[in-house]
């Protein structure tokens, strides 16, 4: 299923980056041969109603880059929490596809957050244990 993906990411990387129409044409042409021969990562067969949660805004944010990648239009209900996607989609097309790549892309996320924080604070000030007092202060 990887290599499909790989295959499927790469095929998309020509039609975005296609010079010429004839190109795009091609590459588009084996990405619609690709989904025909895996019926089972057709995005709206049998689509269902998810509720997804994030943790954070940028967690969202990629969220909604995959969601967008593949066609899905996510969506929200009135006083539904900031970091909540609704989707209908395929359920395995979810669970293989769309959110295993969240899930990666997820995880590549936070490490860099976390490296950029770390690497921010060390230049504000450097790292001291925290000094604990015990008993009361008296002046």
């Known amino acids: 299923m990887k290599n499909l993906l790989d295959r499927i990411r790469k095929i998309e990387a020509l039609i975005s980056g296609a010079s010429t129409n004839g190109e795009k044409n091609a590459a588009k042409t084996a990405k ?4 025909k021969k895996y019926p089972e990562l057709e995005i709206h067969r049998n689509p ?4 997804l949660s994030t943790n954070s805004e940028w967690d969202k944010k990629l969220l909604l880059a995959i969601c967008r990648k593949y066609g ?15 989707v209908n989609i395929n359920e395995e097309f979810l669970t293989k596809v769309l959110w295993k790549e969240y899930q990666e892309y997820s995880e590549l996320l936070n490490g860099l957050v976390e490296e950029i924080t770390n690497d921010l604070i ?3 000030h450097t790292h001291e244990d925290e000094t604990i007092i015990n008993g009361n202060l008296e002046n």
């Open 48 to 51: 269902v109603e998810y509720r």
């Open 122 to 124: 060390s230049k504000i």
């Open 32 to 35: 619609e041969r690709i989904l």
């Open 72 to 86: 899905v239009k996510p969506y929200r209900y009135h006083r539904q929490k900031y970091t909540t996607v609704m």
